[in-house]
């Protein structure tokens, strides 16, 4: 009997320097190959029925710009924005309901003693939270009892070659993740794609963006846009049936992870 294989998608959101004071967030979107094909179709279909009449039959979801009404959405009502973004989530989270996707959110916070360079930052920051995505990648995978090969799809960046050689290191040496079984079914070549081919890419685009968009909420006030989109009550929903817990309690809430980094 054939075992069937997994996609997971990652992105961020956020800049990891010392010159951004919102947090860095990875998001993980973890899809069983036999709903991929499913999931792709459904979010397209989804932008073709509800901004097809505005010209943007097959946009990509660029989640900044969809949220915020910039780029490609700039002549796009909220109304039909908000319909998009609730549409897409809804979608994603049914399929989460029926166990085929699942997700995981990384957010992390920079809270040096030593202060780094801006390049030793960003590099320590991405590094930190790919340990954590990886480590809680290969629990959910044990968790849910996958058995095939796992295949990291990450949207390509400046820091590809920086965050290849981390993905290598964390699966073969890292302390936590290389003990877990089922790290040994992620391939250790990572695709580094372009997020406009891969709607499940642009899908975590949009969770990773709700997860800072939310962190930001904590130090100021809603806006029109914040209260527009829902965005807490969002991340609420996107926590509930998108981000699962373990299972059998063998790293308790993997789905979501704050952490400060204090040194590199």
Known sequence: MAKLAVLIFIDESGKPGLREEDPFVLAALIVHESVFFDLENEVSAI????LGS?????????????????GDFRSVPVTA???????VIEAVARYADEGFVKGI????????VT????????????????HLMLERVAWALYDHHTEGIALLVID????DNHIRDVVEEEILKGKYTSRVPTS?????DPVFARSQHYRSLQVTDLIAYTARRAA???????????????IRDTLETIKKRILRKSPQGTLYGYGYKTWNIVSC
């Open 47 to 50: 932008v073709q029925s509800t």
């Open 54 to 70: 505005y010209g943007l039959p097959g946009v990509e979801l660029h989640a900044k710009d969809l949220i915020q009404g910039k």
């Open 81 to 87: 924005r908000v319909n998009v973004y609730r549409s």
């Open 105 to 112: 959110i990384i957010e992390t916070y920079k809270d040096f």
């Open 115 to 130: 202060r780094p360079s801006e390049e030793q930052a960003r590099k320590c920051i991405a590094r930190e939270a790919y």
């Open 156 to 159: 390509e960046s400046e820091l």
């Open 184 to 188: 040994k079914r992620i391939l250790l």
């Open 216 to 230: 930001t909420m904590r130090r100021r006030a809603p806006t029109n846009t914040d209260t527009y989109f829902s």
